[in-house]
């Protein structure tokens, strides 16, 4: 069997939780027993400027840099860096927006919507687990192993809302068509 590697861009703004969100990502994959190479580029985050890691998985992975057009997924946390991003993935690949999360801005309290809103990352991570073979259990024990306790019953919660709301919609989608 060929070695199959998965080709994952996490990008956003300076204080979303990229570098976070790529770490739960690979510490779920390598609790599920991949080979997982990861690399961040910085640039102006402590300023909100743009962010970007790359995550590469599978039996063997070489090199850590997702190349042109080549992602598998590419999750953004802010709209402002779709354009700037999109040249990364692959014709077929999936992009995963904010829009796939919009409970997350959906709230009465404005200050609630603002502390669910930092939890972008967590909830794209949500979505983007439903297309990959990692057992549920593994993501929330790598949610833990990379926040800090207070902050792991919302996060969790956040991202199980998303990921079973994407695995219904996926279902929907691969029944579509079917008489």
């Known amino acids: 069997m060929p070695n199959q590697v998965t080709n994952i861009v996490i990008a956003g703004l300076g204080g979303q ?29 402590q300023r909100g400027g743009s ?24 999750v953004i946390t802010e709209s ?9 993935l692959h014709p077929k690949g999936r992009m995963i927006t904010p829009d796939d999360v919009p409970f997350l801005f959906q709230d009465d309290d404005p200050k609630s919507a603002a502390y669910a809103a930092r939890m972008i990352n967590v909830a794209l991570l949500g979505v983007l687990s ?8 593994v993501w929330l024990e790598a949610i833990r192993a990379a926040l800090s306790p207070h902050l792991h019953d919302m996060n969790c919660r956040v991202f199980l809302h998303a990921r079973r709301i994407e695995q219904i919609i996926n279902g929907l989608n691969s029944t579509e068509g079917v008489a």
């Open 130 to 137: 439903a297309h990959l073979p990692i057992e549920e259990e």
């Open 80 to 88: 402002t860096q779709i354009e700037p991003n999109r040249h990364r």
């Open 17 to 45: 939780g990229i570098v976070t969100g790529s770490d739960i990502l690979s510490g779920a994959l390598f609790k599920a027993g991949y080979d997982v190479k990861k690399s961040e580029i910085h640039g102006m985050s």
């Open 51 to 74: 962010v970007c890691s790359d995550i590469r998985f599978g039996r063997r992975v070489n090199s850590p840099m997702v190349p042109a057009a080549s992602a598998d997924f590419l």
